[in-house]
């Protein structure tokens, strides 16, 4: 098993430019989330998914979007990059039943100039 | 979800046993204590859960007191790779799908 698999690492992007991060996993994981990550600070909530067509709001929604098509795949999409989006996200996700934990991606560290 | 508190840092010498304390003062019966640690840059790794029963497992204790207004997770013999943010989270089992975390404390491990 590979995990939670993020790409690109790294990006720097120019205001207003457009991007895509990319996660997927392989544990058939029902749900999967979006982090982002500023310097010093918490992990805050983007977007979540529930499973394969359904998506829900975070803590910071605002400025991103997100699709879930298949139960591997929870891409998201920055439309109009700001420099107020220049941070660490992190992709996650989690089986659906039980008591169980959340499996993190490694990151992807977004810079917009 | 109830919400938790934790000392923004602490410090521990290298060896020793590193206690970091989580409040959880509204937390309801059906609701468990996890936690997870972020060493720097990485993505957070999950350590330990319980509901009400002490628990241990290769990396970690967690004890619950009998209220369960409270929890203190346990690193038995830290080491300098402990050194990392550990996010204290208090969630219902298939409950809320959001999983959202607070500031977490920021463990140093000195030599």
């Known amino acids: 098993n590979a995990g939670v698999t993020q790409t690109p690492k790294f990006r720097i992007l120019k205001i207003g430019q457009s991007m895509t991060l990319q996660c997927t996993q392989d544990m058939n994981h029902n749900y999967m989330y979006w982090y982002r990550q500023d310097p010093g600070m918490g992990l805050k909530l983007i977007y979540y998914?529930?499973?394969?067509?359904?998506?829900d709001k975070g803590e910071v929604p605002n400025g991103y979007n997100v699709s879930r098509s298949t139960t591997e795949d929870f891409p998201l999409r920055l439309e109009l990059a700001a420099p107020s989006q220049t941070s660490v996200y992190f992709c996650a996700s989690k089986r659906r039943n039980g008591d169980t934990e959340a499996f993190f991606g490694q990151g992807t560290r977004l810079t917009v100039v | 979800d109830a919400k938790t508190t934790q000392p923004t840092s602490m410090d521990c010498a290298e060896g020793r046993a590193a206690n970091l304390p989580c409040n959880h003062s509204?937390?309801?019966?059906?609701?468990?204590v996890y936690w997870y640690r972020q060493i720097h840059s990485q993505g957070p790794q999950y350590i330990i859960h319980?509901?009400?029963n002490n628990e241990t497992n290769e990396m970690a204790s967690l004890i619950i007191t009998e209220d369960r207004k409270s929890s203190t997770l346990i690193l038995p013999h830290a080491t300098l790779r402990d050194t990392a943010v550990y996010y204290c989270i208090v969630r219902t089992q298939g409950g809320s799908e959001k999983l959202v975390f607070g500031k977490g404390t920021k463990l140093t491990v000195n030599p």
């Open positions: 509204t937390i309801s019966g059906n609701e468990y």
């Open positions: 319980g509901l009400k």
């Open positions: 998914s529930v499973g394969a067509g359904i998506t």
